[in-house]
């Protein structure tokens, strides 16, 4: 056993458990510990690179957190992933045409269990039924979970079991009831073969104390989240039941639950990081769409959706596998090509809650590049250390949290930047407010220090429609005016702009032409328009100084657009649903072949700059027809960003950003 072990042991040990199941006297709701938003606090640093993912179900990272997470296990950062239900269900796992047998939920959770083992086994590149060591874990408050490790190669994957039930005894879904009912108890599930052989009780504090005990424990520099403010899906109750979902939102109650439930512990782990004056903890995060991928065009090409696929054929097994597990040898409906048959298309797309998380860029007077993203659920600004250098100094706190991970910026007319962000007002669950508005960050002078942050309201006035905006996108007009974009409940876009003088008008809503994807581009062409285009259901939608235009074809991601000659005054960059092949409206596109979100930026010739990354998920750049592929240096966490006409900035998966200049 080595050291570090026992030391995360000594960690997540800790008095004995004094509850009993089932539902005690209801105390008053307490109020989510959160750290204090001002700016100036010490921040972690020197962190080796680690990924955290924390997921309802098995399989939930398999199927909506792909191909992300496997490109940095590929790359060699250690992957840990958290699981909090059992994933039990009603205990059936067959085939149809498999005689029935009596359900067993114990059984069925284990054969879940063992599917992640061969998957992640695969993973790593070796045989499926490796063994791995598994051992039971000592978490916060004398509770237990099962801990399965696996390292190959100088690669580790731990998967961590809490084994939560899915339902209470009276058939509610068990983690949704948890998170609203103050007076809430649940026993964990058993699972056939583990070494855990005894049950816990959790309430909802006591499951936010074991998350954020967990991070405190493994400090990761990169955490993967569900989404905890899913779109609100209109229909009946039985089209709602029939695909898995919640009533009125889209995507199952468990992920929404869980991804709050995990957006609470990083709260809390923040809270108790900093509470003495401690620094801040490092890490940054990405939140997953659940079920969403179902109601939208899918965005993943052929060999990149062959690729994640992959992942689910050993963790769904077969009947006829011997695996050594008493259980079962996976979730029998979740394999070989089922998941690509699947009317519900899960497999087909990742979408990441808050699109557009990439750094923000402004260069301050005297030459220095400064980089602008979200650390630790905070602001953060670092500063090249000279000129051109593209070396970044210690990052400075700017405070604001919590933060989702996208930022919005804009430079005025005299340099100064705006950074526009997205809060979580209120998070408490059992009850309580649970809020979410729009923030902003104003710079004093040109590279300079930053005024108080404020408020900006939101444009929805219900809270829960107002947990499902998206991501702010900002521009800065030639009239002094600046005009903030976001996507709103409705699935259409609100506006709200800045005056010359500073003052700020009213929240209003674009003329809608249909429901559009959040992952907002504005930009302004030579004559002055500011123009806004978002993906829509059968196109991409186009407005002109808020007016709407013609919509363009189909894209299944955000798109990418510059400044160009003719009535359009824009050409635009996409990617058809399901291909990943680019093209461009008006005129011909390069050869830029790949999948995800797309940066593009007036060239030093006729042709635009493009960044983005290819099919196999290295970034790459397209400058003067020539087209770069960065192959080595630090790992890449999310999206990069462009600086200029061929400067790449990004954060990287030890937290800290990275510099890119092809030459």
């Known amino acids: 056993m080595d050291s570090r072990r026992v030391a995360r042991r000594t960690v997540l040990a800790g008095a004995a458990l004094a509850a009993v199941a089932g539902c005690s006297v209801p105390q008053p709701p307490r109020t989510t510990r959160s750290a204090d938003p001002a700016p100036g606090r010490p921040i972690a640093t020197g962190r080796r690179a680690l990924l955290m993912q924390f997921a309802a179900h098995p399989d939930d990272d398999l199927y909506f957190m792909n191909p992300d997470s496997q490109r940095l296990l590929d790359a060699g950062v250690p992957l840990v992933s958290v699981y909090v239900t059992a994933g039990e269900h009603i205990g059936k796992n067959g085939l149809p045409g498999m005689p029935q047998a009596k359900p067993d939920k114990a059984a069925y959770s284990s054969a879940r269990h063992q599917g992640l083992r061969q998957a992640y086994a695969e993973a790593l590149g070796l045989d499926r039924f490796t063994a791995w060591d598994r051992r039971s874990l000592a978490l916060v408050g004398g509770r237990h979970a099962e801990l399965d490790v696996l390292e190959h190669a100088g690669r580790r994957v731990e998967l961590i079991f809490l084994n939560l039930p899915m339902h209470t005894p009276r058939r509610y879904m068990a983690v949704p009831a948890l998170w609203e009912d103050r007076a809430l108890e649940l026993r964990t599930q058993f699972s056939t073969g583990s070494p855990v052989t005894r049950a816990d009780t959790y309430d909802h504090e006591q499951l936010v104390e074991v998350l954020a005990g967990l991070l405190a424990a493994y400090r990761p520099t990169v955490v993967h989240t569900l989404d905890p403010d899913p779109d609100i899906q209109t229909g009946d109750i039985a089209s709602a039941n029939r695909n898995s979902e919640q009533p009125g939102y889209s995507d199952h109650g468990d992920h929404t639950a869980v991804a709050c439930f995990t957006w609470a512990a990083l709260l809390r782990w923040v809270a108790d990081a900093t509470a003495n004056g401690g620094p801040v903890p490092a890490f940054t995060t990405t939140g997953f769409r659940g079920y969403y991928n179902r109601h939208w065009p899918k965005n993943l090409p052929p060999q990149v959706l062959k690729e994640k696929a992959a992942h689910l054929v050993p963790y769904g097994g077969d009947p006829a596998w011997h695996c050594g597990n008493p259980g079962g040898c996976g979730d029998y409906g979740q394999g070989g090509g089922r998941p690509l048959t699947n009317r519900k298309g899960w497999v087909r797309a990742t979408h990441h809650r808050w699109p557009g998380a990439r750094p923000a860029l402004a260069e301050e007077p005297g030459g220095r590049l400064a980089t602008y993203g979200v650390l630790g659920l905070r602001a953060v600004r670092w500063r090249e250390t000279a000129p051109h250098s593209r070396v970044w100094g210690e990052p400075e706190d700017l405070g604001g949290g919590p933060l989702v991970p996208a930022l919005g910026s804009a430079v005025l007319g005299d340099g100064r930047l705006l950074l526009f962000g997205v809060r979580f007002a209120a998070l408490e669950g059992r009850g309580g407010a649970n809020r979410r508005e729009l923030v ?23 809270d829960d429609r107002g947990r499902r905006i998206g991501s702010p996108v900002a521009v800065a007009a030639p009239d002094g005016r600046v005009h903030l974009f976001v996507r709103n409940a409705a699935k259409g ?51 002109v100084d808020g007016r709407p235009t013609a919509p363009l074809p189909l894209a299944g991601d955000p798109v990418a657009a510059v400044p160009a000659a003719g009535p359009d005054g824009v050409q635009v960059f996409y990617r058809a649903p399901a291909e990943g092949r680019l093209r461009a409206t008006p005129g011909a596109a390069p050869a830029f072949d790949g999948y995800g979100d797309l940066v593009a930026a007036p060239g030093p010739g006729p042709d635009p700059v493009l960044l983005g990354r290819d099919l196999h998920g290295r970034i790459q750049l397209r400058r003067a027809r020539t087209l770069f592929v960065r192959t080595r240096g630090t790992v890449p966490a999310g999206d990069p960003a462009l600086y200029g006409a061929g400067t790449v900035v990004g954060l990287g998966a030890d937290a800290r950003p990275w510099a890119w200049r092809p030459r």
């Open 440 to 462: 902003l960050l104003e710079q004093r002078s040109a590279g300079g220090s930053f005024l108080a942050w404020r408020g900006l309201g939101n444009p929805e006035r219900d």
């Open 493 to 543: 876009v609100s506006t709200r702009v800045r005056a010359a003088d500073g003052g700020w008008g009213p929240w209003r809503d674009l003329p809608a032409q249909e429901e559009v994807q959040d992952g907002l581009t504005a930009l302004v062409d030579t004559r002055g328009r500011v123009h806004l285009l978002a993906a829509g259901r059968t196109g991409v939608r186009h407005w």
